[in-house]
């Protein structure tokens, strides 16, 4: 007589992993790299901004091109941000995912649209021509450009990311709050904005930036330094 023992099979081991962090560490670069562009990029684009004067010679150009080429870097990191770290995040919900690498690109090509005017603007300097009219319009299209790309879309990357960040638990929900919370501040004064309630540069509009601002600078900063939270498989 033949006795046949069954083995049960092992129970499954559920590994513990930090989910993509040489992705997580690449975006957070990216997002650091997004400040260390648009900062300068705004002084050395003041004499365009702020003078209507400057087609007519006065001002710095090389300023002027500096600065657009930093807005260019800028907007070229800003979609870094989403492209680095989206095979990490569409593992927990790919339509954030995918809406944040959208919401990226659209803000790119507005800021994109704000670079070209203000070169046409250093351009026609060389044309006689030129009137302080026609500066004046550019600027405001780079204006306008402001406005709707690292204003509107900064509050939908920012409710994209931060949602989803907050729903998979990959950072602290302090993070993500700050987002969430930030986003309707700065989305209503943009809009105060668009119906002219409210300056683009006045006090009121810098204090709805800032928690913007904060979240972005400390997501940068946290995906860099501890990456996202381990997960369970």
């Keep these: 007589m033949t006795t046949t023992t069954r083995t049960r099979p092992a129970p499954a081991v559920h590994a513990t992993t930090a989910p993509g962090r040489t992705n997580v560490r690449v975006s957070g670069i990216f997002y650091l790299i997004t400040f260390?562009?648009?900062?300068?990029a705004l002084?050395?684009?003041?004499?365009?901004?702020?003078?209507?004067?400057?087609?007519?010679?006065?001002?710095?150009?090389?300023?002027?091109?500096?600065?657009?080429?930093l807005d260019f870097v800028n907007a070229l990191a800003g979609v870094g941000t989403a492209v680095a770290v989206f095979p990490v995040i569409k593992r927990y919900n790919e339509s954030l995912a995918?809406?944040?690498?959208?919401?990226?690109?659209?803000?790119a090509a507005v800021i994109m649209t704000g670079v070209v005017s203000l070169l046409a603007v250093v351009t026609l300097r060389t044309d006689a021509a030129a009137g302080v009219e026609?500066?004046?319009?550019?600027?405001?299209v780079r204006d306008w450009t402001f406005l709707f790309g690292p204003g509107f879309m900064a509050c939908l990357n920012a409710v994209l990311f931060g949602t989803l960040l907050l729903r998979a638990r990959l950072v602290p929900r302090i993070?993500?709050?700050?987002?969430?919370?930030?986003?309707?501040?700065?989305?209503?004064?943009?809009?105060?904005?668009?119906?002219?309630?409210?300056?683009?540069?006045?006090?009121?509009?810098?204090?709805?930036?800032?928690?913007?601002?904060?979240?972005?600078?400390?997501i940068g900063i946290w995906m860099i330094v501890k990456g996202f939270r381990a997960t369970v498989d």
Excluded: C
Excluded at 36 to 40: D, E, G, H, K
């Design 36 to 40: 260390a562009s648009s900062i300068p």
């Design 43 to 69: 002084l050395l684009l003041s004499p365009v901004l702020n003078d209507p004067g400057f087609i007519l010679g006065a001002g710095s150009a090389t300023a002027v091109r500096w600065g657009s080429l």
């Design 98 to 107: 995918l809406g944040f690498v959208t919401t990226r690109l659209i803000e």
């Design 134 to 140: 026609t500066g004046q319009a550019l600027v405001a």
């Design 175 to 218: 993070i993500p709050a700050i987002s969430l919370i930030g986003a309707p501040l700065l989305l209503a004064a943009n809009v105060a904005t668009v119906f002219g309630h409210n300056a683009q540069v006045s006090g009121v509009s810098m204090l709805a930036t800032l928690p913007i601002a904060g979240w972005e600078l400390t």
